[in-house]
DNA sequence: GACATACTGAAGTTCATACTTCACTATTAG
DNA sequence: CTAATAGTGAAGTATGAACTTCAGTATGTC
């Protein structure tokens, strides 16, 4: 049976920035980004075991920045939008919450005039 | 004299992740949205220390999430652009290499008509 | 069948970092 | 002046997570 993955990109900022912090999970998400990949190809050029791979595919896939999908004995990632989107809405957000304030102190001034 | 900040905001996604997933820090950024505060009114709702806010503040300091300033005896911290700017262009770089990637897929699949 | 490959699961180790305490230095208020 | 406020600096603790090893399962190859 394959493994359940909790709470698959369901808009988690926090899960998402936290899966991106780490440079061995960006490398893989380089790579992805350039094609799908089986579990052992993601492993060869970095210098951890197997096992450490698939631990960090399997968080990768928790926060919907990657999708797999098991074949015979090959599991092949591929990289998912979702985690994407969840990171430039929460930027979106952020930064619309400060530049309306600004908008609004910038309106202030104008009507100093 | 002030302390010296190393790496500020130098486009260095990494950091900028790594400071993004403590949820301490994302809280500290809702607040600082809503407007510039100091140290000390920022400790206020979150329920640690002066000094783990204040060390906080310094992480988002360094990657570029915050700018501060000290009068007096106060530190007032305000949002900063360019932390912002380094993820949004971390996530546009990555999605157009699987979309190019898409794309030819694409072609090569239309042009078997 | 035997052997290799590609993973999976459980459990242990180690190292980073979020947090603390305590002592200290401004700065401001009474 | 004294007292309170706002923050800084150094040092220690402790929890989590990145990684390991090892033993196992399923699949593919000869």
């Known amino acids: 049976m394959e493994a359940a993955i909790p709470n698959q990109g369901r808009g988690d900022a926090g899960r ?3 899966a991106l912090g780490d440079p061995t999970r ?7 980004s350039q094609g799908p ?3 052992s190809h993601l492993a060869r050029p970095l210098n951890i075991t197997l096992t450490a791979v698939a631990q960090h595919v399997a968080v990768l896939q928790a926060c919907g920045l990657a ?3 098991k074949v015979g004995r090959v599991r ?3 990289i998912e939008e979702a985690g994407f989107r969840t990171v430039e809405q929460w930027i979106a957000e ?3 919450l400060w ?3 600004l908008d609004r102190l910038g309106d202030l001034l104008a009507e100093e005039d």
């Open 16 to 18: 998402v920035f936290d």
């Open 99 to 101: 530049t309306d304030r």
């Open 76 to 78: 092949t990632c591929h």
């Open 94 to 96: 952020h930064r619309s």
């Open 26 to 32: 960006r490398a893989i998400i380089d790579r992805l």
């Open 67 to 69: 999708r797999t999908e």
């Open 37 to 39: 990949q089986s579990v």
